[in-house]
């Protein structure tokens, strides 16, 4: 069974950090791609960084680029998303997804994720 469970969410003040965290267990995890997606009150779920196992090539929204950092721990089976000089507009529930990278793939093509994690809220006060 295909398993993704995201932790280290929770409260920061604005201009802090976090690191989530993506425990993934059920499938080949080097033949993946695990990304993380977002999504706010009232707005659509977001890509926010993708990383494909298979390679190590990393690939960031226009909006976390500088900020945040994706990596990979192939032992651990876990995907990590750094979280520095956070502001409100971060506020979202984040989740990591995955997919087989057997074909030419976009990483922000939501429908190619075939898994998903329940999701950690992450909260940024001002």
């Known amino acids: 069974e295909v398993q993704l469970v995201e932790s280290g969410g929770g409260l920061v003040q604005a201009g802090g950090s976090l690191r989530l965290s993506c425990a993934a267990s059920?499938?080949?995890?080097?033949?993946?791609?695990i990304g993380w997606w977002r999504q706010a009150p009232g707005k659509e779920r977001e890509g926010v960084s993708c990383?494909?196992?298979?390679?190590?090539?990393?690939y960031y929204a226009d909006s976390v680029k500088g900020r945040f950092t994706i990596s990979s721990d192939n032992v651990k089976n876990t995907v990590y998303l750094q979280m520095n000089s956070l502001t409100p507009e971060d506020t979202a529930v984040y989740s990591c997804?995955?997919?087989?990278?057997?074909?030419?793939?976009?990483?922000?093509?939501?429908?190619?994720?075939?898994?998903w994690g329940q999701g950690t809220q992450v909260t940024v006060s001002s």
């Open positions: 997804a995955a997919f087989e990278a057997s074909h030419s793939w976009w990483p922000w093509d939501r429908n190619e994720y075939n898994y």
């Open positions: 059920g499938f080949t995890f080097d033949d993946y791609v």
């Open positions: 990383i494909s196992n298979s390679d190590g090539s990393t």
